[in-house]
């Protein structure tokens, strides 16, 4: 009735409205119309077409981009170009209460080196696990350049579940990359140091410092990198840069890329040439060519020495072993890149205006006859660069990386300083197609581009600079991902999406059907670990245990509010807080905020947390909900009192707020006596019906369910007091149990238009 | 002839003393001007591309404070700092490195030119016309110098540049390409009035001739 009201009411206000501005408000605008309004042209008609989601519609595609130095993962569909989430990962993020909870803050800890916690990390090259060289929707893992580590993130609720750090490198960037089946995650190093984070001088460089690969173990059933299960090869002290694992043919390789294999030392401010000189003047570098199934044969043989608890082949055993092999590439490379089917592997030549494709076939022949032009300076073979080319083509300026299409021979390739996008075909060598991109164009992303079977239909250009491009916000700009439409012969952009948080690197895309994220946790779920908390109480045992100098809060939360909603600590005591979303409700997530102290919580449905508070402080800390939970909301609080030092908790006198008398629990009870006839209309329609045949109406009434349950329990408290004519009592639990009610009917109405709009029949 | 009917020395004083004047004024002009126009140098936002501007001077920052709505901007782009950034990656030399003794020798040379002119105004005696001549060749004279010293940045490219390209002579006059760059370079208003001031002295050389043959 009085939705009605205020519905006719607001129709009646913008009537009044349009007529006082009848020259503008006329009929609605046609598409003409808003064409000639907005300046749109035809083009951009239909590129808005293809990339238009309309509301509660779904992207084909969810990519997943590093944030670079923000530390986390931006989550952004395609072809619509919005952005669904941010993955905390390295850097704490209050919205998820990652690095303000102490699950969080645990798992942070353990995945910093030498016992500090390090609160952010260089984000750059997103994998998604793969079984049989395609994504499998389970894993996604991304690494950290600047301290060397590695983060497993899963794909079931897009947290962070591990981070590692890599005992032995202390600069990286050929990381996350896996293996096809992921039987490792590898992780490269790229500025050299002594492994084992050790000191030596630089004029021993060339003795003392390393360049190395790990192979992180991966336990997919378990979701777990398995450090004992780890191995790393020691390399020479080039620049290793990015790496890519072979597939098919190639399964068993890998290829990592170099550069400075100069193995110049700068020293800009003693007088000589920067890094940058010295690092760029051979014509060529080296492409690692690794032989990791049979690293990992020498591994388990025991042939390795364990540096900082990493074991780690030595130089000497990777060379006698034949572990690696090197083939000249253009000077400083910067993409490799292994073709769908493993039989190629094409290197972006950076400062070098080719694309050079390698051939598996020619480079494995020259291995198995032992076939060598020479020997580096650590007596590592090197290949005949010429005879194991297929071919070299001639893109244009700074060609960085490649992406496959879903067409056999098709690849496209960033052109940094041309700040383009090319089409080519590797197989004939020829360049198809060009489309300029603003501007410097850094990674790029095909659907599926590195797996044995890339679905093609789009591309993203990830641009370092946008300068122009959008509504100035400053000097610090947003980067700009471009989304091109590739199905076609020619290459048409389509979208520019400001990237509002980081500098992304690399980003994966996966078909959306592949994945299937959970919408709550299982009761009581430590979200950190995925595993069951030892913190979690159920309604109705929640406990505050008190111990001299500890307070310790077993409690719940459910719309809207918590309890304990008031805890008494004496001064100097340690508080912790666990509480535990007893919600089932989709979305239902509670947030839980105190006062003058660095926590927030994130409680989606079934997840415990828990928030610790080292030395309370004498004061009053008012605690609230963070997430608009529902029209309580504002409502959901508590106090923590704490108490200075030796004083004696005050019993709660009986006029505090309202008291309630006899007709107030009669005029509550009759409320919630006519809800009720409502709520058993509403099930009764619901259950004449074949509801069980659609999974949102068995999920929105198995949440309906719930709540009558908490209804019905508030109203035996009611029933209870009102027999013992506590009438304060009983019509504060009166109103409970309408709340609880109100939460049902809401859902079971929502479930009733379900129902009715998607055509459900009447069954007997 | 009398006194009265000698050819006056007015007109050529005239002409010498505003050739002066210009040249004067043209040491302080932009002479010549380069820009670099690049895909990431987009020419709504950078309407003079990477600009420099060569001066007598100095070499000079070409870009202009951008006119816009939108953003608040209190200093142009420095394009000089600019080209030099860009330029590091082929192992160019830095702008500062160019005709430094001929900048720092010019306010001498441009005050030694006026002091001939000055002379050349009341001076009759032998090789008088010697006196005009450095004025007239101003123009060529830079021309030659700007051009050597092209010639001289493209052939002595830093092999540590990280970028290799082949030596080659950058376009004194006109349009060029070099990577992804498209090079312009040319003459300014300055250059103008040097030809002007050339042509102007030349001609009082000329009607100086004539007055003397006269006298």
Same mark, same amino acid.
């Given at each position: ?66 944030? $670079? ?47 500090? %916690?390090?609160?952010? #990390? =260089? ?10 060289? +395609? ?116 399964? +068993? ?27 760029? @003047? ?19 043989? $025991? ?16 060379? =006698? ?8 590439? !253009? ?16 290197? $972006? ?86 489309? @300029? ?88 779920? +430590? ?63 509670? #947030? ?49 009192? *704490? ?54 109406? *068995? ?66 | ?16 003393? @505003? ?22 140098? !987009? ?53 500062? +490195? ?65 970028? %290799? ?24 208003? $300055? ?25």
């Amino acid at each position: 009735m009085r939705l009605e009201l205020s519905r006719t009411t607001a129709i009646a206000t913008i009537l009044a409205l349009s007529g006082a501005f009848a020259n503008s408000a006329s009929a609605a605008e046609s598409l003409q119309d808003v064409m000639k309004r907005r300046n749109l042209s035809e083009k951009d008609m239909l590129a808005a077409a293809k990339t238009y989601t309309p509301s509660g519609g779904r992207d084909e595609f969810l990519t997943f981009s590093s944030s $670079g130095h923000a530390g986390s993962i931006i989550v952004y569909g395609i072809p619509s170009m919005r952005i669904y989430k941010y993955i905390a990962v390295f850097t704490p993020e209050p919205w998820q209460g990652y690095g303000f909870d102490d699950e969080s803050k645990a798992l942070l800890k353990a995945g910093s080196p030498q016992g500090q %916690t390090i609160n952010w #990390g =260089d984000t750059h090259h997103p994998n998604l696990s793969k079984t049989n060289g +395609d994504y499998d929707g389970q894993w996604l893992f991304i690494n950290d350049k600047s301290t060397p580590r590695i983060a497993v993130i899963s794909l079931k609720d897009f947290e962070t579940r591990q981070i590692v750090v890599n005992p032995v490198l202390t600069n990286e960037h050929g990381g996350a990359f896996v293996t096809n089946n992921t039987e490792y995650v590898m992780e490269a190093s790229q500025l050299p140091s002594p492994l084992g984070h050790k000191y030596a001088p630089l004029d021993k460089f060339n003795d003392e410092f390393r360049g190395g690969i790990t192979y992180w173990k991966f336990n997919k059933d378990a979701g777990k990198i398995e450090q004992e299960n780890s191995f790393t090869l020691e390399l020479p002290p080039y620049s290793q840069d990015l790496v890519s694992s072979g597939k098919g043919p190639s399964e +068993d390789w890998a290829f990592l890329n170099s550069f400075c294999s100069e193995r110049y030392v700068g020293g800009i401010e003693s007088g000589k040439p920067p890094f940058e000189a010295g690092c760029s @003047a051979n014509d060529t570098d080296f492409m690692h060519i690794i032989n990791w199934k049979k690293a990992e044969a020498v591994f388990k043989a $025991g042939k390795f020495t364990k540096i900082n608890g990493m074991a780690v082949i030595p130089l000497k055993t990777v060379i =006698d072993e034949g572990l690696v092999y090197l083939v000249p590439e !253009p000077k400083s490379p910067h993409g490799v890149d292994v073709s769908p089917d493993g039989k190629f592997v094409i290197v $972006g030549g950076k400062l070098d205006s080719h694309g050079s494709v390698f051939d598996f076939a020619k480079m494995k022949a020259q291995i198995d006859a032992k076939k060598f032009v020479g020997k580096d300076a650590y007596g590592f073979p090197i290949l005949d660069m010429k005879e194991s080319l297929h071919t070299q083509v001639a893109l244009g300026l700074g060609p960085l990386h490649n992406q496959y299409d879903s067409k056999p021979c098709v690849v496209y390739t960033s052109l940094y300083v041309d700040s383009q996008i090319v089409k080519w075909d590797y197989c004939q060598g020829k360049v198809l197609d060009k489309i @300029a991109i603003q501007y410097n164009v850094g990674h790029l992303l095909t659907m599926g581009g590195d797996t044995m079977h890339p679905d093609g239909h789009y591309l993203v250009a990830l641009n370092k600079l946008s300068i122009d491009r959008f509504n100035p916000v400053g000097p610090l700009h947003p980067q700009n991902h471009q989304l091109i439409d590739i199905s076609g012969d020619k290459m048409e952009l389509l979208y520019d999406l400001p990237i509002g948080l980081g500098e992304p690197h690399q980003a994966v895309a996966i078909r959306a059907d592949k994945l299937k994220p959970t919408i709550r946790y299982k009761y009581g779920t +430590d979200s950190r670990t995925e595993e069951e908390s030892k913190f979690a109480v159920r309604p109705g045992s929640e406990k505050i245990v008190r111990t001299p100098g500890k307070v310790e809060v077993f409690g719940t939360v459910i719309r809207s509010h918590y309890n304990p909603e008031i805890v008494e600590a004496e001064e100097g005591d340690q508080v912790t807080f666990h509480w535990t979303n007893s919600e089932r409700a989709e979305d239902e997530t509670h #947030g839980f905020a105190i006062s003058q102290n660095d926590v927030n919580l994130s409680l989606e449905p079934g997840k415990t947390a828990s928030a610790t508070i080292e030395h309370a402080k004498a004061g009053v800390y008012p605690y609230y909900c963070t997430e608009f939970c529902s029209a309580l909301h504002l409502e959901m609080e508590g106090y923590l009192m *704490v108490r200075p030092k030796g004083s004696a908790i005050e019993k709660a006198s009986t006029n505090v707020g309202t008291v309630y008398t006899k007709a107030d629990f009669d005029k509550q009870y009759k409320a919630c006596l006519d809800t009720q006839s409502v709520i058993d209309k509403v099930v009764a329609y619901i259950t004449s019906t074949n509801f069980k045949d659609f999974p949102t109406a *068995v999920g929105q009434v198995e949440d309906a369910t719930d709540q009558l349950k908490f209804g019905t329990e508030a109203r035996a408290k009611a029933d209870d007091y009102a027999k013992k004519e506590d009438w304060q009592n009983a019509t504060l639990w009166a109103g409970q149990w309408w709340q609880y009610q109100v939460k049902a009917a809401d859902i079971g109405l929502r479930t009733k238009t379900y129902l009715e709009q998607n055509g459900a029949r009447t069954v007997k | 002839m009398t006194e009265l009917q000698k050819p006056s020395a007015a007109p050529f004083r005239l002409l010498t003393l @505003a050739g002066m004047a210009i040249l004067a004024a043209a040491f302080f002009s932009p002479i010549w001007w380069v820009s670099l126009k690049a895909p990431n140098y !987009p020419p709504e936002t950078f309407p003079d591309g990477v600009r420099i501007v060569f001066q007598f001077n100095g070499v000079k920052n070409g870009c202009q404070l951008r006119q816009s709505k939108e953003v608040e901007e209190d200093e142009p782009l420095d394009c000089v700092h600019e080209m030099n950034t860009i330029n590091h990656y082929i192992g160019m030399h830095p702008i500062a +490195d160019g005709a430094k003794y001929e900048i720092a020798a010019a306010p001498y040379l441009f005050a030694g030119v006026g002091v001939m002119l000055l002379a050349f105004m009341f001076y009759s005696g032998p090789f008088w016309w010697l006196l005009a001549l450095p004025a007239i060749f101003v123009p060529i004279g830079f021309v030659a110098d700007y051009s050597g010293w092209l010639w001289y940045y493209g052939h002595t490219l830093s092999p540590m540049g990280a970028f %290799t390209v082949k030596p080659f002579m950058p376009t004194v006059f006109g349009e060029g390409k070099v990577a992804q760059f498209s090079t312009y370079s040319y003459p300014d208003y $300055g250059f103008g009035l040097l030809v002007v001031a050339s042509f102007a002295v030349l001609l009082a050389l000329l009607l100086r001739r004539k007055q003397l043959r006269q006298r």
